[in-house]
């Protein structure tokens, strides 16, 4: 059974950064696509930011040039880098995994990010 462990995320000032990390334990991070989404209140959760696991990028247009999304294949661990954070990044931030060879998604259980102005 994958369980995904986020941590990183607090209160900042506007233009700050932060750094989330998100563990993966259980097998197939191998074969797993790595993703951040944020969930605004009252709203669903959009994509942030995705990598495979040959390390190929993928970015919504409003976190582009601020946000960096990596993986370390060895602790089985993804990370998202958050720089010149705004007031409107604040929202909670949960970490997807989806293996490709079981087809199965898992969630973290999100973590609050906060950016004051």
């Known amino acids: 059974q994958v369980q995904l462990l986020e941590s990183g995320g607090g209160l900042v000032q506007a233009g700050g950064s932060l750094r989330l990390s998100c563990a993966h334990s259980?097998?197939?991070?191998?074969?797993?696509?790595m993703g951040w989404y944020r969930q605004f209140p009252g709203s669903e959760r959009d994509l942030v930011a995705l990598?495979?696991?040959?390390?190929?990028?993928n970015y919504a247009d409003s976190v582009k040039g601020r946000f960096s999304i990596s993986r370390d294949n060895s602790k089985s661990t993804v990370y998202l880098q958050m720089n010149s954070l705004k007031p409107e990044d604040t929202a909670v931030y949960y970490c997807?995994?989806?293996?490709?060879?079981?087809?199965?998604?898992?969630w973290g259980q999100g973590t609050q990010v906060t950016v004051s102005s």
């Open positions: 990598i495979s696991p040959g390390s190929s990028t």
């Open positions: 997807k995994a989806s293996n490709f060879e079981t087809r199965r998604d898992y």
């Open positions: 259980g097998s197939g991070f191998g074969h797993t696509v």
